[in-house]
């Protein structure tokens, strides 16, 4: 049975590594894809907003069909769409080819997020302990790997399709046959579910939401004006103004890494309080940053903060409807691609009308706001921390093999 979760979590886990490497060689490559299907500026946001939105439909999609299908199927079949979908996007010529492209990669990526953390949160309950964000910094890890691809396939000027390829045709086979050990759990047994309801209470899943929206207004904050506020805030080189997102992802790599000894030790409230102290103070040093290097400081304060809320988000939507975890994932994975919408944007619009410095301060806000919901990460019946452990073999589902 030991043997059955280890291989789920090794397989869950390269699922998470290879959609973080192919999330970064979409959006990392976006002014190539720009200029390969001569998008003008005008018309590019319409596509990355079509993107997130497509993705919120197919992640209410994913909680409709998990009532009928296991997430493991899901999952086993919505990556290689995604993969064959970021392959599309680079190798067609018309504008009409990129819209199906993306459409497709946006509905499938909602499922592929829907189900891969259904599976992360069922097998915490299995293993009983936290592990959630062990299975974010694989997807860290693949960001890193898929961002150093995609530099390697604009400095030597290669064809979107020819640095797409390769990794398409490394990963779809290795994460279709990985597939085979996905392990789906087994409902909650019927004390845990209690008090729930069998059901998602939108009311008690409404501050998780908050959280998760809070967090990715922050880390789309981080990748869509780090350089740009490095480079005409802070005045720094464009070779520099490249590197903050690069010093992000690898602190986001970091606390992910250890993350999970620090709920096991202190629990997850704890651990999103501090990560929220974190990433506000990141955001605070980055506001009233003299220069470029301070300003770098404050990126990487930032990495090691914002890292840790969105994976506990999960876990603790798990741990509050234990009878009904797979819906409040779906649901609560809609406000990834909210805070993603909204993040951008709102920064952009303060930026210009006031000031970018200014414009650090309202994702530093929304983050306090995180202290404030932190008691909804507390541990219910099923408590992952030290002393607290439940057995192993406890709602150990069944392997996908055969389907």
């Keep these: 049975m030991t043997d059955v979760l280890r291989r789920g979590r090794a397989s869950l886990a390269f699922s998470f590594f290879a959609q973080g490497a192919t999330f970064a060689l979409l959006v990392t490559r976006i002014p190539a894809i720009q200029d390969r299907y001569g998008v003008s500026d005008a018309l590019l946001p319409v596509f990355l907003a079509a993107v997130p939105v497509l993705a919120g439909v197919g992640s209410v999609t994913t909680e409709q069909l998990v009532k009928r299908i296991r997430p493991s199927r899901l999952l086993r079949w919505s990556q290689p769409v995604v993969l064959l979908a970021l392959l599309g996007a680079g190798a067609g010529g018309q504008i009409a080819e990129l819209a ?11 499922a592929l997020d829907a189900s891969m953390n259904m599976l992360g949160v069922s097998l915490q309950r299995s293993y009983g302990r936290s592990i959630m964000l062990s299975f974010h910094a694989a997807y860290s890890l693949g960001g890193i790997l898929g961002a150093s691809l995609a530099w390697v396939g604009a400095h ?30 087994e409902p909650a047994h019927a004390e845990e579910a209690q008090g729930a309801g069998g059901g998602v209470v939108f009311k008690l899943l409404l501050p998780l939401c908050l959280v998760m929206t809070f967090a990715y207004i922050g880390d789309s904050t981080v990748s869509n004006w780090s350089a740009k506020y490095l480079k005409d805030v802070l005045g720094s080189s464009e070779q520099l103004a490249t590197v903050p997102y690069n010093v992000y992802m690898v602190t986001t790599l970091v ?19 501090l990560g929220a102290l974190v ?31 969105v994976p506990q988000t999960f876990a603790a939507a798990g741990r509050l409807f ?28 303060l930026g210009d009308a006031w000031s970018y410095r200014g ?22 019946q099923d408590r992952y921390g030290g002393g607290h452990e439940r057995p192993r073999t406890a709602d150990v589902g069944r392997g996908s093999n055969g389907l």
């Design 279 to 309: 990433a506000a103070g990141g955001f605070a040093v980055v506001a009233s940053a003299p220069g470029a290097w301070v300003g770098m400081l404050g990126f990487t304060l930032l990495g090691l903060g914002l890292c840790v809320l």
């Design 156 to 185: 030597w000027h290669l064809a979107l399709w020819v640095s797409y390829l390769p990794v398409v045709a490394v990963l779809l086979p290795a994460a279709f046959v990985g597939s085979r050990w996905y392990v789906d759990g």
């Design 255 to 273: 606390g992910r890494t250890v993350g999970d000894f620090g709920v096991r030790r202190f629990g997850a409230v704890a651990v999103v309080r």
């Design 359 to 380: 414009a650090m301060l309202v994702p530093m806000v929304l983050v306090l706001v995180t202290l404030v919901y932190a008691r909804s990460f507390a541990a219910q």
């Design 100 to 110: 199906v492209a993306l459409g497709a990669f946006g509905l499938a990526v909602g």
């Design 322 to 349: 234990p009878g009904a975890s797979d819906a409040a994932v779906a649901r609560l994975n809609i406000f990834n691609y909210v805070g993603f919408l909204v993040g951008s944007p709102l920064v952009g619009a």
